[in-house]
């Protein structure tokens, strides 16, 4: 087991979170956040977040030019990094207001562990749980969008938040203010949940206020093949809120461009958002 992981692990048991779900690190390896159902009334599953979208130009504009790559190979998962890739800039641009209804809002998460409250959706959004298999491990908010089942691989977004594990806060001690620290922790999540083929393109990244406290946001799209998953690329927003601890908390959104009608609901998180 990595060191990394093995961090993660130990930080979990000593605060008591039950790890009654799926391993991210493991889950997200092999990514397209895959479910792999073993046997009858046996799943063993590996789950890999899929949230994503068409590519966007650098205005937030749609554009149907996103790159394809092949499948990753099989090998040894990659440590975390700590720094954005070279060559990836985040323009400082706002994060674009996708048009459309979104989903229903029905409520609130309320994340005590990360101290953050953000709308919770109905319509096909769900919270997971022990007996829908979809719970994320090491995530104290979530809700998760299932999106496609092609096989044993299902496809989905999600919308996960947590007050900064080991390896996050590892990678944040690195930066010299809010901004560089959201950018280094979106890094070591990139590398961690995408550890396979893919592009990126950076297309926001902006201070964000939430209930009187500081934040910063960074937004990409990510494009792929993972074939036979239809889905080709997808949005993915890190936002890392000041809540008054010693560290930030954390804020993670997927969404993939099979479920561009919900991109909204991105918006939604955002704008009603709130700490305490």
Not at 158 to 166: D, N, Q, R, V, W
């Amino acid at each position: 087991m990595p060191e990394w992981m093995r961090e993660e692990t130990e930080a979990n048991k000593q605060a008591g979170v039950e790890n009654t779900g799926l391993d991210e690190g493991e889950m997200r390896r092999d990514r397209g956040r895959t479910f792999l159902f073993a046997g009858m009334g046996v799943v063993a599953l590996i789950a890999f977040v899929a949230l994503t979208v068409t590519v966007l130009n650098q205005d937030g504009s749609a554009d149907d030019g996103d790159a394809r790559v092949g499948p990753s190979a099989s090998g040894p998962a990659a440590v975390p990094s700590m720094t954005p890739e070279p060559g990836t800039v985040y323009p400082l641009k706002p994060l674009r207001q996708f048009k459309g209804a979104g989903s229903p809002v029905t409520g609130v998460i309320e994340d005590q562990g990360a101290r953050l409250r953000y709308p919770a959706f109905g319509g096909k959004w769900t919270v997971p749980t022990k007996k829908n298999k979809l719970f994320q491990s090491g995530w104290s908010g979530q809700q998760i969008l299932p999106t496609e089942k092609k096989g044993t691989q299902l496809w989905y977004g999600t919308i996960l938040s947590k007050a900064l594990g080991p390896v996050e806060k590892r990678a944040a001690a690195g930066g010299a203010d809010l901004r560089e620290k959201t950018e280094r922790v979106a890094a070591g999540l990139e590398s961690r949940l995408y550890a396979f083929p893919h592009k990126s393109r950076p297309f926001a990244s902006q201070e964000i206020t939430v209930s009187g406290k500081k934040g910063w946001l960074v937004a990409s799209v990510f494009s792929f093949d993972r074939t036979p998953i239809v889905a080709k690329s997808e949005v993915v927003v890190t936002a890392l809120v000041d809540t008054g601890r010693k560290s930030p908390s954390l804020l993670f959104i997927s969404m993939p461009n099979t479920a561009k009608s919900l991109w909204p609901d991105i918006n939604a998180v955002i704008n009603g958002l709130e700490a305490g």
